[in-house]
């Protein structure tokens, strides 16, 4: 069944790059098209959707993008569970207690604050960054190796096959995306394991640290971090006398005795680690993963506009067609090679005499000039054609003798007034023989051209009478 | 009788006598080069249809038509008829039409005659190279019997010149003549006649001046596409690279032949498809030419050798390793609480790097299972000739402008063979300047910003324009 476009998603993007590669169709079928969908002229998304849903049938399926996207899936949803564990594991690893030594708050801090942060700050500079700086960070992120892996699944050719059409920018903003989900899987992985840990045991946590750092400090340090939440849930925050009480020091013993006095007081820290970890580390991350979802739809948006051939569609339906052709194929005239069967030299017949000197579309003067100029006579000297009437011509053709030398022009291809004076000079029996002689204009001294020869020629040829003779005079 | 089929939109039947170019009016007039211009007298049997349309609708539509053969035999029978006043001249044609419709003798006047009769403006062509001749006149005489507005065309076909013994005689006969040469023509001439045919009537004003107004941003588009193929092409081929894995460790003088070999082919056939894509945007589609093809021989291609390891580049792989260096040195700052002042990972980042980098070659000849892990790749380009894309575009350009300029009624072969005009005229200095930063960025295979691509097409559409004027 057709898949329908209603919105640009990846699959209608990965079928419309298809599609373009290999039909745009001709900006007449284009503008019909958009002419027919006249109010979304100005709307190129909507246009470009429906002119995709009519024409996905082209596409050639290189490849299948339903099945690519399915992999996809499967692949992020595979990193993901991955990126949940590796949170949970971490979470598990950094919250052991073996009743022995209590939990550094401060590794917590460091996995569930400093480095979503960290990374978030990342993933700005990422998404603010282009071409080579941006490959470079790319380099820096866990997620750009752990997908070389691709390489080793089934889908690895149809993967670099699209990778290569995806626009950059639209392939930062998947990585930047499929980062932000993974990060969030993380940090719940992390949140998971803490709740786990503080349902499931008795655990202890302190602070500890080399630098001059007192329990004062470092609780005002801990009330400013609380900033965002301190005024909602002002009961996760630890008390000074907390701070203190579980301040560690690397030379005293094991677990000295103010530690073991307060023991229940030392567990309340879990409330403000778990706070922690939820704004900084799910609810902040999950803001950058929705930012980077909204933007990745733009990006998608302005790539499928941005598809080689979409600006060509988009001319098309909004540019005019014009056409200046004939509806209909022309027939080509069939044009037989030349025989020359008709034509005689001058030379042989320049010393006969003519009974008749006939001039076709000349005037008697001009007649006149020619016989001067070639010394030719002749007993009867008539000129036809042009003006003259047919009743004139007539008695002409019919009045004429033995051998008549007939004058035309040479650049004046035979229409077929003159093919009916010359048949009802053939018809005459007393004409023995009808000689044609071209002549070209008096300034070039009456000669012709080859081309102007073979015209009269092909026309004398066709009328297969054996009478009538072209004179090759040059 | 009054004309009961006039349309809506002016029509011209373009006739005359035969040979006398038509038919190359015609394809110049409606920018077809598939119609068939013959020496043989006939070539045009049937009357043939050239609208105009803009998305279906007609502006004009022009007419070629046969030419008169027995024009003397269609006066006689007109003078034969009862005397009528002029306003019913046209009436008798319309008769003679009907009478002699199946008549095979009458065959090419009737088919002259009908778009005339049916409202078509008269386009007279005659051949003003050859002397003018009264035999003419019987042709002239009925189509004023015609009663339509006329025009004549004054077509250079020789190399003499008789116009002005033509303009004499035809100035008895029609309101307006023109000289055009359909072989030389331009854009411009071609915009010229059409002002000219909206003179004929008042009607036809209007409409004809819509058509010059779509036939303008028809030119407009042409020049733009052909700018967006000539940058496209430009784009493509000064930032092509060629890769194919060798054999050995080093690429061997015959694998670097075949290779360049390779490269040059890609790179001619860009050419090649950019100049069929411009001839057809240009609507010249049954073009014969005589060029000189594309030679890369001396420019002196750029060739590197590269290797890679599972994919990886020497640059991906040093980062690879800095930051699993890196990690490791993390895993000890850590153990020390942050102590080390993340000395480990610095020191590990940078040995992993270093390592890595070192590593490298000898990475190519680790065998796993028999297979090398890695394999060698020998890359051809981008091409580094400082010279070679303004010979690119000087090629370019000069094609485009050759085939924009050239007329539809030319069959004749076209030649591009002229090397001084393509590298001298075209690109100055000046423009060079504009153009190599652009250049620079492609040859290093980065990206060129949205505006200096703006730029670059101003500048190269700047010098189209010029020698398309």
């Given at each position: 069944m057709q898949t329908k476009y209603h919105k640009i998603t990846f699959k209608s993007y990965f079928d419309f790059l298809q599609l373009l590669q290999s039909y745009v169709g001709t900006h007449e079928e284009n503008r019909i098209f958009a002419l027919k969908q006249e109010p979304l002229l100005n709307k190129p998304k909507e246009i470009l959707l429906l002119w995709l849903n009519t024409h996905a049938f082209r596409a050639p399926k290189v490849v299948d993008s339903e099945k690519f996207l399915s992999y996809m899936g499967i692949a992020t949803n595979f990193l993901g569970l991955f990126a949940l564990i590796v949170g949970f594991i971490t979470g598990m690893g950094l919250l052991s207690y073996s009743g022995q030594e209590p939990i550094n708050i401060i590794y917590y801090l460091f996995f569930a604050m400093m480095l979503p942060l960290s990374s978030m700050l990342f993933s700005l500079f990422s998404a603010m960054s282009k071409g080579r700086l941006f490959e470079f960070l790319t380099l820096l992120s866990p997620l750009y190796w752990i997908e070389?892996?691709?390489?080793?699944?089934?889908?690895k050719e149809q993967f670099d096959l699209f990778k290569k059409s995806i626009a950059d920018n639209l392939q930062k903003w998947i990585f930047l995306n499929r980062l932000q989900l993974l990060s969030l899987l993380f940090s719940i992985g992390l949140f998971i394991a803490l709740i786990f840990i503080v349902v499931s045991q008795d655990i202890a946590f302190s602070w500890s640290t080399?630098?001059?750092?007192d329990a004062k400090s470092f609780h005002d340090f801990l009330v400013a971090l609380a900033l965002p939440w301190r005024e909602f849930f002002p009961s996760t925050i630890p008390s000074l006398e907390l701070v203190e009480i579980s301040q560690h020091y690397r030379l005293g013993v094991k677990l000295d005795h103010s530690m073991v006095e307060h023991a229940d007081k030392l567990g309340a820290w879990w409330r403000y680690l778990a706070m922690a970890t939820l704004f900084y580390a799910i609810v902040l991350r999950s803001l950058f993963y929705l930012f980077s979802l909204f933007k990745l739809q733009k990006v998608l948006e302005q790539e499928f506009l941005n598809l080689d051939g979409v600006t060509r569609l988009l001319r098309e339906f909004r540019t005019p067609f014009v056409s200046t052709k004939a509806p209909e194929k022309e027939k080509h005239l069939d044009i037989k090679e030349e025989q020359k069967t008709h034509v005689k030299e001058l030379i042989d017949t320049i010393d006969d005499n003519y009974h008749n000197i006939v001039g076709w579309n000349f005037t008697s003067d001009e007649i006149l000039l020619i016989n001067d100029s070639k010394k030719l006579n002749a007993s009867s000297i008539n000129s036809v054609g042009g003006n003259h009437t047919f009743e004139e011509d007539e008695s002409v053709a019919q009045e004429a003798k033995e051998r008549v030398l007939l004058y035309v022009k040479s650049w004046e291809p035979p229409t077929m007034d003159f093919i009916d004076f010359l048949e009802e000079l053939i018809a005459?029996?007393?004409?023995e023989e009808i000689e044609v002689l071209l002549l070209g204009t008096l300034e070039r001294g009456y000669s012709y051209s080859e081309k102007e020869l073979a015209i009269w020629n092909r026309k004398i040829e066709g009328l297969g009478s054996r009478k009538v003779w072209v004179i090759d005079a040059k | 009788m009054q004309n009961s089929v006039e349309s809506k939109y002016p029509k011209f039947a373009v006739v005359g006598h035969p040979n006398k170019g038509k038919s190359s009016i015609v394809s110049s007039l409606s920018l077809d080069d598939s119609i068939q211009i013959g020496d043989t007298p006939g070539t045009t049997q049937v009357k043939r249809g050239f609208p105009l349309k803009v998305d279906g609708k007609i502006i004009y539509e022009l007419f070629d038509t046969p030419g008169f053969q027995r024009a003397r035999r269609v006066l006689a029978w007109l003078n034969k008829q009862e005397p009528v006043s002029a306003d019913k001249r046209a009436d008798v044609v319309r008769a003679f039409i009907f009478e002699h419709k199946e008549d095979e003798r009458f065959r090419d006047e009737i088919e002259l005659l009908e778009p005339i009769m049916e409202g078509a403006g008269i386009i007279y062509v005659v051949d003003a190279s050859k002397p003018y001749g009264s035999e003419y006149e019987v042709e002239m005489e009925i189509l004023r019997w015609c009663g339509q507005p006329s025009m004549a065309i004054l077509n250079l076909i020789g190399e003499d010149d008789y116009r002005e013994q033509w303009k004499s005689a035809l100035g008895h006969y029609f309101r307006m003549v023109r000289t055009f040469n359909p072989l030389t023509t331009t854009f411009y001439d071609h915009i010229s006649l059409l002002e000219s045919i909206s003179q004929l009537k008042e009607e036809w004003t209007e409409p004809i001046k819509e058509a010059i107004s779509v036939l303008e941003g028809l030119q407009q588009q042409k020049i733009e596409q052909t700018l967006n193929a000539i940058v496209l092409n430009m784009k493509k081929t000064l930032s092509f690279v060629y890769k194919e894995s060798i054999k050995g460790q080093k690429a061997t003088p015959e694998e670097e032949v075949v290779l360049k070999e390779k490269y040059q082919k890609k790179i001619i056939n860009y050419e090649k498809r950019q100049r069929k894509s411009i001839e057809e945007i240009w609507n010249h589609k049954s073009i014969e030419k005589v060029e000189d093809s594309l030679r890369l021989d001396g420019v002196g291609l750029f060739s590197k050798e590269s290797a890679s390891i599972f994919g990886l580049s020497e640059k991906e792989l040093i980062v690879t390793g800095a930051s699993a260096g890196a990690m490791g040195g993390l895993g000890i700052d850590l153990l020390f609480g942050g102590s080390s002042l993340f000395l480990g990972s610095i020191i590990g980042g940078a040995v992993g790097g270093i390592g890595a980098k070192f590593g490298f070659n000898n990475l190519y000849e680790v065998k796993l299972l028999g297979q090398k892990l890695g394999k060698r790749e020998l890359t051809i380009g981008p091409m580094q000739n400082l010279n070679f894309p303004y010979i690119l575009l000087g090629r370019a350009l000069y094609h485009s402008s050759m085939v924009a300029k050239r007329s539809h009624a030319l069959r004749e072969s076209l030649k591009l063979d002229d090397k001084n005009f393509y590298t001298?005229?075209?690109?100055?200095s000046e423009m060079r300047k504009k153009l190599e930063k652009v250049h620079v960025l492609l040859r290093k295979g980065d990206t060129v910003s949205e505006e200096l691509w703006m730029a670059y097409k101003e500048s190269i559409l700047k010098s189209f324009k010029t020698l398309l004027s």
């Open positions: 070389k892996l691709f390489s080793f699944f089934s889908f080399t630098l001059d750092v005459n029996k007393r004409v | 001298e005229q075209i690109i100055d």
